[in-house]
C-alpha cells in the first residue's frame, strides 16, 4: 500500500493507494485561510501538520490493516507559499501563500535589476511567487528577515515535521523564482538578488527520490511496523500529472480546482513568460512543463455560493447538465488577481450585463463560463503545439455540466475520469511507490478511467467563440474599476 498527503489550501487530504493504482481509501480535514489587509493571504503552518496527521488517524481508524501496509508515502501540496523558519527552526510568521499579492512593487523591482530572471528561471516575476514574497519581507518586516535561517514551501515544511528532513524537489523548487529551472539546480544569482543564499534552502531532489523516512513515533501511532520511505513528493499540479499519467510529453490536463491550470507536459525547458506561461520541472526527471494559471476557479463557484448563500449543489442544480448557450450575463473571475495571461495581482472581477431579468441562475451560470474563458485564454497563451485533448481533475471535475461547458466554451474535447478531484494526492502516493519501488513512471502512472467525454457542439461552440471575444472585452474596464 501506499499514502499520498496533499497539503493544499482549503483542505488537506490523504489518499491509500493499492497495488493496481487504485485508491482504496481517503481522509481530508479542512483548512481556512486568513486575509488580515487586502491582497494577504495567510495560513497557519501548524494547521497543516495537524490536519495531515488528524487524516491520517481518520484511515487508521477506518483501514487499520491497510495502513499498516503502506511501505511509501509521497506528499504533493500548494506550490509558492513561504514559510519562514528561525535558527531554532522556530516559525517567524504566518506562511505568505500563492495567491497573495501584496509583494507586486517587489516583483518590478526584480524584473528592473534582473535582466537575466526570466532567461534563468523561465517565468516572469509574479507576486504568487516565493521570492518576490521574501523581498517583502525583508523591506517591511526587517526584524522578521533578520531572523530567517531557513524558507520551506508548504509541503516540505509538513514533510518535516514528520520525517525531520527539510528537502524540495524541483516542480515545487521551479515556483520560488530561485531554480535554474534548466539546471535543476538553485541559483546563486536569483537568490542573491532577494538578499539570500544557498544556505537558506533545503536540499533538492527528484519527486521520485527516497528522501527520508517517517517517524518511528508516526509509524508507531499509524501501526506501520517499518517507518515508510517517503518521496520528494511534488507541487500540487505536478502531482496531479503524475496522478493523470500527464508524464510524455504533449499530454495536457484541465484542473478545476482552488486555482485553475491548463497543462502541458514537455520533454525540454520551454520558457514564454511575455504570456505569463509558468514554465516548470516536472517532478520527474527529465521532464518539463507548462502552465497557464488561474488564480480563482473553483474558487469562483465557491465564492459564489458564500455571497448567495445556497450550497454550491444547490446552485448547479437547476443548471441540469447542459445549457442551450452562454449566459446573458459575463463573469471575470478575477477575485484575487490573475496570472496567465495578465499577470495582473491588482485586477478585480466583475459582472456585466445584469439587468431587472437577471436570475440567479444565469449569474451561476456566468461564474462558471467565466471559468472556461479564463482557461480559453490560458490555453492561447501556451500557443502552437497546445493539447486539444484534456482530462479533468479539481473538484469541478465532479460537475458534468462544467465539463460540458468547458467543451463548448474552450472548443477542446474534456474526459471526466475516475478519482479526478483526489488527483494530486493520488500523485503523490504514485511518487511515493516510485521512491519505495524503484519502478519505472511508465510502470506506475498509468492514465486513469475515463467516465465520460464531451466534445464541442458545433452550434454551441461558435455561440461560445463569439460570447468569449466579448469577454475578454472586460478586462480593461475590471482593470480601470480595481484602479
Not at 414 to 433: F, N, Q
Request: proline share 7%; hydrophobic share 45%; with cysteine.
Amino acid at each position: 500500500m501506499f499514502l499520498g498527503i496533499d497539503i493544499g489550501t482549503s483542505s488537506v487530504k490523504a489518499v491509500l493507494t493499492d497495488a493496481e493504482g487504485a485508491v482504496a481509501g481517503s481522509a481530508s480535514r479542512p483548512c481556512t485561510v486568513s486575509r488580515p489587509h487586502p491582497l494577504w493571504s495567510e495560513q497557519e503552518p501548524e494547521d497543516w501538520v495537524a490536519a495531515a496527521i488528524a487524516a491520517v488517524d481518520e484511515l487508521r481508524e477506518r483501514q487499520p490493516t491497510d495502513l499498516a501496509a503502506v511501505i511509501g508515502i509521497g506528499f504533493s501540496g500548494q506550490m509558492h507559499g513561504a514559510v519562514l523558519l528561525g535558527a531554532d527552526n522556530r516559525v517567524l510568521r504566518p506562511a505568505i501563500l500563492w495567491n497573495d499579492g501584496r509583494s507586486h512593487r517587489q516583483c518590478a523591482t526584480l524584473e528592473e535589476t534582473l535582466p537575466t530572471l526570466r532567461a534563468i528561471s523561465g517565468n516572469i516575476a509574479m507576486p504568487g511567487f516565493t521570492a518576490p514574497k521574501l523581498l517583502w519581507v525583508a523591506e517591511e518586516e526587517p526584524e522578521i528577515f533578520a531572523a530567517l535561517a531557513k524558507v520551506l514551501l508548504p509541503k516540505a515544511y509538513v514533510r518535516w515535521r514528520l520525517t525531520g528532513a527539510m528537502v524540495e524537489e524541483m516542480s515545487d523548487a521551479s515556483g520560488t523564482l530561485w531554480l535554474d529551472v534548466a539546471k535543476r539546480d538553485w541559483s546563486d544569482e536569483l537568490l542573491a538578488a532577494t538578499r539570500m543564499t544557498r544556505a537558506h534552502m533545503p536540499d533538492l531532489a527528484e519527486g521520485s527520490d527516497a528522501v527520508a523516512r517517517l517517524s518511528p513515533d508516526l509509524a508507531r501511532r499509524w501501526g506501520m511496523p517499518t517507518p515508510p520511505v517517503v518521496a520528494g513528493g511534488a507541487g500540487d499540479c505536478a502531482a496531479s500529472a503524475v496522478g493523470l499519467g500527464a508524464i510524455t510529453p504533449g499530454d495536457g490536463f484541465l484542473s478545476l480546482g482552488t486555482s485553475g491550470v491548463v497543462w502541458r507536459t514537455t520533454d525540454r525547458f520551454l520558457p514564454n513568460p511575455a504570456m505569463a506561461v509558468h514554465a516548470f520541472c516536472h517532478a520527474l526527471p527529465g521532464v518539463w512543463h507548462q502552465m497557464g494559471v488561474m488564480l480563482s476557479s473553483a474558487a469562483s463557484l465557491a465564492w459564489a455560493a458564500s455571497t448567495l448563500g445556497a450550497p454550491e449543489a444547490e446552485l448547479l442544480a437547476p443548471l441540469g447538465d447542459a445549457v442551450d448557450g452562454p449566459s446573458p450575463v459575463a463573469f471575470l473571475p478575477y477575485l484575487s488577481g490573475e496570472r496567465t495571461p495578465h499577470n495582473d495581482a491588482t485586477v478585480r472581477g466583475l459582472f456585466a450585463g445584469l439587468s431587472a431579468e437577471t436570475t440567479r441562475d444565469a449569474m451561476v451560470q456566468a461564474v462558471l463560463e467565466g471559468v472556461a474563458f479564463a482557461s480559453r485564454d490560458n490555453l492561447v497563451a501556451l500557443g502552437a503545439g497546445a493539447p486539444t485533448v484534456f482530462d479533468l481533475a479539481g473538484g469541478g471535475s465532479r460537475s458534468r455540466l462544467w465539463a460540458r461547458i468547458c467543451a463548448d466554451a474552450i472548443g477542446v474535447t474534456i474526459h471526466r475520469i475516475e478519482d479526478g478531484e483526489v488527483g494530486a494526492a493520488l500523485g503523490a502516493a504514485h511518487l511515493g511507490r516510485m521512491a519505495a519501488t524503484g519502478e519505472s513512471p511508465a510502470t506506475v502512472c498509468r492514465k486513469p478511467r475515463r467516465l465520460e467525454t464531451f466534445t464541442p457542439d458545433p452550434a454551441r461552440a461558435e455561440a461560445y467563440s463569439q460570447a468569449w471575444l466579448r469577454w475578454r472585452r472586460l478586462y480593461p474596464l475590471a482593470k480601470e474599476f480595481a484602479s
